[in-house]
């Protein structure tokens, strides 16, 4: 397994592009988190004077029309939308491999109605079983507002992050179907070989089977799902937050900030900078992610290997 890991690795450093990418998206994440000490308490700071100002030396990305710095709002942006992607990423993944394994795994009729339940909730309307549950979960997060003023502060800073809970699972709940699928039919094929049916005759339990000799061949494939599960959460939270059913002010994030900034555009006052900035955040993230995706499938392939 290990020399299968780094026969990999040496597949991928081959990819330049996706070796650049790869440090690009290393640099982005940590101007995001490692900055989250600074640009947590002052993404919120406003400076009424200041409104609307365009880049300068005090404001590097200008601020906002509340006097807020935007480069402080977009790193902290970007801390949440990235912590947003791997959460989303983890649920899926999760969830996706515990089904695909388990229904491969069974075979018979457990399979069969565990993937026509797959089948169901493909056939729903994707965005719109998101939208609705993010709704219906955050209105009711809504009423808990008690009186009293630190009580009602700690209970808003509470409610941000528990939207931001209920986002990642209402799309993490939605994007496990892919990896369910993918991970099945390769359990379908392993099942039938050797070493498993010698572990079944030994008497090994089923659980062990599962996690210590079908998931180790399974590992490319969740890495490149898991990859490409986090750009396209990214996508859709901003897709979420530009129709005003995503993170919730004070809380921003590079989707949420566009969405702002489009909203303050008009023929009179053209404040470029609080769409170009987010947006290229975003773009530059969301490519490097791709890449990244890309080149780990390319060094898992198996015809890769064989070249």
Excluded: K
């Excluded at 000799?213 to 396209?232: D, K």
């Excluded at 900078?273 to 780990?296: E, I, Q, R």
Aim: charged share 15%; with cysteine.
């Amino acid at each position: 397994m290990n020399a299968r890991r780094s026969d990999a690795w040496r597949r991928y450093r081959r990819n330049r592009a996706a070796l650049v990418a790869l440090g690009v998206l290393g640099l982005m994440a940590a101007a995001c988190f490692v900055t989250l000490g600074w640009s947590a308490p002052r993404m919120r700071q406003q400076d009424l004077p200041a409104a609307r100002q365009p880049p300068s030396r005090a404001y590097p990305f200008g601020a906002d029309e509340l006097g807020r710095s935007l480069l402080w709002r977009t790193l902290y942006g970007g801390s949440i939308s990235l912590s947003l992607g791997l959460l989303v990423a983890v649920i899926a993944v999760g969830f996706g491999t515990a089904y695909g394994l388990m229904a491969g795994y069974r075979g018979g009729r457990c399979d069969a109605v565990m993937m026509r339940i797959v089948d169901v909730l493909y056939a729903l309307p994707y965005m719109l079983l998101v939208m609705l549950f993010t709704v219906s979960v955050g209105a009711w997060l809504e009423q808990w507002r008690p009186g009293g003023s630190q009580a009602e502060q700690r209970l808003l800073i509470g409610t941000e992050w528990s939207r931001f809970i209920v986002l990642a699972l209402a799309i993490g709940g939605v994007s496990w179907l892919t990896v369910a699928r993918v991970v099945r039919g390769q359990v379908l094929s392993l099942r039938e070989q050797p070493f498993i049916e010698a572990a079944r005759a030994l008497g090994i339990p089923t659980g062990r089977i599962l996690v210590r000799h079908i998931l180790p061949n399974l590992v490319g494939q969740i890495a490149v799902f898991g990859t490409l599960t986090v750009p396209q959460a990214i996508l859709q939270e901003s897709f979420l937050s530009f129709l005003g059913v995503g993170v919730q002010p004070p809380q921003a994030t590079w989707g949420s900030l566009a969405a702002d900034g489009i909203r303050l555009l008009n023929p009179i006052q053209f404040d470029w900078w609080l769409v170009v900035f987010p947006c290229v955040a975003l773009a530059v993230t969301l490519l490097s992610l791709n890449f990244v995706g890309d080149g780990l499938r390319d060094a898992f392939e198996t015809r890769s290997a064989a070249s």
